[in-house]
Protein backbone atom coordinates (compact mmCIF):
# COMPACT_ATOMS: atom_id res chain seq x y z
CA UNK A 1 0.00 0.00 0.00
CA UNK A 2 1.04 3.46 -0.85
CA UNK A 3 1.53 6.15 1.78
CA UNK A 4 -0.34 8.97 2.12
CA UNK A 5 2.24 11.25 1.13
CA UNK A 6 2.99 8.89 -1.78
CA UNK A 7 -1.07 9.08 -2.78
CA UNK A 8 -0.54 13.25 -2.44
CA UNK A 9 2.59 13.22 -4.64
CA UNK A 10 1.13 11.44 -7.55
CA UNK A 11 -2.16 13.44 -6.96
CA UNK A 12 -0.06 16.96 -7.66
CA UNK A 13 2.26 14.99 -10.44
CA UNK A 14 -1.30 16.11 -12.31
CA UNK A 15 -0.80 19.95 -12.74
CA UNK A 16 -4.19 20.77 -13.60
CA UNK A 17 -5.76 18.93 -9.66
CA UNK A 18 -5.51 20.81 -6.74
CA UNK A 19 -5.88 19.86 -3.10
CA UNK A 20 -8.24 21.13 -0.66
CA UNK A 21 -8.43 20.49 3.08
CA UNK A 22 -10.78 18.85 4.68
CA UNK A 23 -11.46 17.76 8.48
CA UNK A 24 -9.66 15.41 10.43
CA UNK A 25 -6.49 15.70 8.37
CA UNK A 26 -7.87 14.90 5.21
CA UNK A 27 -8.10 16.12 1.86
CA UNK A 28 -9.96 16.39 -1.20
CA UNK A 29 -7.92 16.66 -4.71
CA UNK A 30 -10.24 19.20 -7.22
CA UNK A 31 -9.75 19.31 -10.71
CA UNK A 32 -11.20 22.80 -12.01
CA UNK A 33 -11.62 22.15 -15.93
CA UNK A 34 -14.11 19.45 -14.97
CA UNK A 35 -17.16 19.77 -17.30
CA UNK A 36 -19.08 17.50 -15.20
CA UNK A 37 -21.83 18.81 -11.85
CA UNK A 38 -19.12 17.71 -9.55
CA UNK A 39 -15.29 19.15 -9.46
CA UNK A 40 -14.01 16.88 -6.60
CA UNK A 41 -11.84 14.11 -8.44
CA UNK A 42 -10.81 12.27 -4.98
CA UNK A 43 -12.16 12.76 -1.98
CA UNK A 44 -11.68 11.77 1.75
CA UNK A 45 -7.93 11.08 1.08
CA UNK A 46 -6.47 10.17 5.01
CA UNK A 47 -3.13 9.47 6.80
CA UNK A 48 -4.49 5.96 6.98
CA UNK A 49 -4.12 5.12 3.03
CA UNK A 50 -7.57 5.14 2.61
CA UNK A 51 -9.72 7.36 0.13
CA UNK A 52 -11.83 7.56 -3.16
CA UNK A 53 -11.80 8.59 -6.74
CA UNK A 54 -14.72 9.88 -8.88
CA UNK A 55 -16.25 7.10 -11.05
CA UNK A 56 -19.90 7.87 -11.26
CA UNK A 57 -18.73 9.89 -14.37
CA UNK A 58 -16.98 7.12 -15.94
CA UNK A 59 -18.41 4.77 -19.18
CA UNK A 60 -19.74 1.52 -17.93
CA UNK A 61 -17.53 -0.54 -20.23
CA UNK A 62 -14.31 1.07 -18.68
CA UNK A 63 -15.23 0.56 -15.32
CA UNK A 64 -15.50 -3.03 -16.13
CA UNK A 65 -12.33 -3.53 -18.01
CA UNK A 66 -10.38 -2.03 -15.13
CA UNK A 67 -12.08 -3.95 -12.99
CA UNK A 68 -13.12 -0.94 -10.71
CA UNK A 69 -15.68 -1.30 -7.91
CA UNK A 70 -17.96 1.62 -8.15
CA UNK A 71 -20.09 2.16 -4.22
CA UNK A 72 -23.57 3.09 -4.02
CA UNK A 73 -22.09 7.24 -3.68
CA UNK A 74 -20.04 6.82 -7.89
CA UNK A 75 -16.57 6.11 -6.14
CA UNK A 76 -13.62 4.35 -6.36
CA UNK A 77 -12.04 3.49 -2.91
CA UNK A 78 -8.06 3.09 -3.88
CA UNK A 79 -6.87 2.14 -0.17
CA UNK A 80 -4.78 -0.66 -1.79
CA UNK A 81 -3.90 1.05 -5.95
CA UNK A 82 -0.35 0.68 -6.68
CA UNK A 83 1.42 3.28 -8.13
CA UNK A 84 0.42 2.23 -11.75
CA UNK A 85 -2.99 2.01 -10.55
CA UNK A 86 -3.42 5.18 -8.98
CA UNK A 87 -1.95 6.87 -12.04
CA UNK A 88 -4.70 4.83 -14.30
CA UNK A 89 -6.90 5.65 -12.34
CA UNK A 90 -6.60 9.41 -11.67
CA UNK A 91 -6.31 9.75 -15.45
CA UNK A 92 -9.05 8.09 -16.29
CA UNK A 93 -11.44 10.19 -14.03
CA UNK A 94 -10.33 13.11 -15.62
CA UNK A 95 -11.09 11.75 -18.78
CA UNK A 96 -14.34 11.23 -17.49
CA UNK A 97 -14.78 14.18 -16.18
CA UNK A 98 -13.47 16.66 -18.92
CA UNK A 99 -13.55 14.36 -22.10
CA UNK A 100 -9.80 14.96 -22.79
CA UNK A 101 -6.18 13.32 -20.78
CA UNK A 102 -3.97 15.73 -19.11
CA UNK A 103 -0.96 15.05 -17.49
CA UNK A 104 0.74 17.34 -15.48
Not at 67 to 82: A, M, T
Not at 90 to 96: G, Q
Request: hydrophobic share 35%; no cysteine.
Amino acid sequence: MLSFEHKKSIFHSFKELQEKPISNNRINIVYPNSLQKGKTLATQLHPSGNGYVVGKYMDPETIIKKGYEVDSRGWIKIKNFSLEELNEIISTAMISMSGTEARG
